[in-house]
């Protein structure tokens, strides 16, 4: 079977090697030439855990193909997702321009019947956009042949990409017609062992699915986020309210740690996106208008702590930074709340020092030389006046805190992913403030003997 990925973005270049893996002929396309020529030679324009040995292992084979040239991509393909971006517009809106391009490519070039799979996420109806799209095309051809399209969603997690992609939760493909249910059953079989479940579709059923899955993500970080700014507030303790919360199962643990707010290039996106399709069909999406003005408070909520701390003496302090990356396990820094927060911090008068494992170089490209960038964690802390925790990637979680009081001026901390034990901290000496709970209301388990680590 041969496959065709148009787009050989985060999406695409996951999906494309995953097939390839299963020993199928996939072909990824993209119009990007840089991107194209870097992959031919085993370059990957994003770093996720064991994607590079993937791609490297499948071009040995021959069995993965980069190309720019749609013509050769779409030659004998049974089945071609299109992968392409979908960036929000001006409005919040999904902008459709590249699927719309791409999808008129396919029906410029294609030569035999194949399944036309939209991957992309896109708003409810987009899947019929594109089969408008690529019928006008063939019908300027005066072409007859046959199509079918299907809506595939994709749930993967930037940082853990690969694992999702071969061990998915679940499946959802929006189909039209029993063929397009059997080709894309048959494609996918390999990932289906041990019970992952797939789940097909009405096509508009599935677009939704995609929205729905990430907006309700997204409200529980909001929501956790809103509470734990109470806690501060009431003096209640966020990490204790979490544990007594998510041991129910209606609950649960994920998605209820207090951070600095969401980030990356979907969630706020697509809570955006869904607002407006609510306000398109007059159904005003008053949750998620919550969700996002919440979000968008909580991205200030660790300058804020800053300021207060140092207030008219700000001016002209050294600012260590752990992490930039919007989450740990990727280097992707669209909307990282580490952009506001360093904006923030530089409009002040600070000087920053930055260090994350795997997002240097985007940093480089956002901020210049606004910033100094450190070679590791340590580094960034010489004579620093506070550290700001913004990922936690797991290397921060046990440092070395005799080496850090060394290397500090002062012995402040703002942690805006609540990594550290906060008795443990202030035993340390440090001026230790996180979320949702105040510094002066650290509860002390009774029996709790507090082991330092040095
Ligand atoms: N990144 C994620 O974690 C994630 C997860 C799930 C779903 N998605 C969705 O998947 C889609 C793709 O996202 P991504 O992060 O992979 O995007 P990306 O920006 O990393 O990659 C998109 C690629 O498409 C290429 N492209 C644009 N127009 C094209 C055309 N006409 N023909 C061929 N190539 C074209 C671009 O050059 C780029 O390389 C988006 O809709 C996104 O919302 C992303």
């Known amino acids: 079977m041969k496959i065709t990925v148009v787009g050989t973005g985060y999406v695409g270049l996951v999906t494309g090697a995953c097939f390839a893996d299963t020993g199928l002929d996939v072909t990824c396309m993209d119009i990007d030439e840089f991107r194209i020529d870097d992959l031919k030679i ?4 994003i770093y996720e855990p064991g994607l590079e040995e993937l791609v490297e292992r499948n071009l040995e084979k021959n069995r993965l193909r980069f190309t720019t040239d749609i013509e050769s991509a779409l030659t004998d393909c049974e089945v071609v997702f299109i992968a392409v971006g979908t960036p929000a517009d001006d409005d919040g809106n999904s902008d459709l321009h590249h699927i719309l391009n791409a999808a008129r490519d396919v029906g410029k070039y294609m030569q035999n019947y194949m399944v036309v799979v939209t991957k992309a996420t896109v708003p409810v109806g987009t899947a019929y956009k594109v089969k408008d799209v690529i019928r006008e ?13 299907a809506s595939n969603p994709e749930f993967l997690k930037a940082g853990a990409a ?21 080709i894309m059953r048959r494609l996918y079989k390999p990932f289906l062992l041990n019970a992952h479940p ?4 009405d096509i508009t059923s599935a677009e939704m699915t995609k929205y729905a899955a990430n907006a309700i993500l997204a409200t529980k970080i909001s929501f956790i986020n809103e509470i734990a700014n109470l806690c501060e507030k009431v003096g209640a303790d966020i990490n204790l309210v979490r544990k007594g919360i998510g041991t129910d199962p209606r609950i649960g643990f994920d998605f209820i740690y207090p951070g600095i707010g969401f980030g990356g290039s979907c969630f706020p996106r697509d ?17 998620l208008r919550g969700v996002d003005t919440v979000n968008i408070r909580q991205r200030s909520v660790l300058f804020t702590k800053v300021s207060n701390y140092f207030g008219d003496r700000i001016k002209g302090r050294n600012v260590a930074i752990w992490g930039l990356s919007f989450k740990p396990g990727t280097n992707d820094m669209h909307e990282a709340p580490s952009i506001e927060l360093i904006d923030s911090l530089l409009a002040a008068g600070c000087n920053i020092k930055v260090y994350d494992p795997k997002a240097m170089n985007d940093a480089r490209q956002l901020f210049g030389d606004r910033i100094t960038y450190a070679n590791e964690h340590y580094e960034a802390l010489i004579d620093s006046d506070c550290l700001l925790i913004v990922t936690e990637w797991q290397e921060f979680r046990f440092p070395n805190f005799i080496v850090m009081t060394k290397l ?14 906060p008795v443990e901290l202030e035993q340390l000496g440090f001026d230790y403030h996180c979320l949702g709970i105040r510094n002066d209301n650290i509860y002390v388990p009774v029996k709790k003997k507090v082991k330092v680590h040095e």
Request: glycine content about 10%.
């Open 408 to 421: 500090m001026k002062n012995k402040v901390i703002f942690d805006g992913r609540n990594i550290f034990d």
């Open 137 to 149: 095309e063939l019908d300027k051809r005066g072409s007859g042949l046959e199509f079918d399209i």
């Open 162 to 182: 690969v694992m999702d992609f071969l061990k998915p939760d679940r499946i959802v493909i929006g189909i039209e017609c029993g063929k397009t249910e059997a």
């Open 198 to 201: 797939i789940i097909f579709m």
């Open 42 to 45: 085993g370059i990957l324009p």
């Open 271 to 287: 809570v955006r996106a869904l607002i407006h399709t609510g306000d398109e069909y007059d159904y005003p999406m008053e949750v």
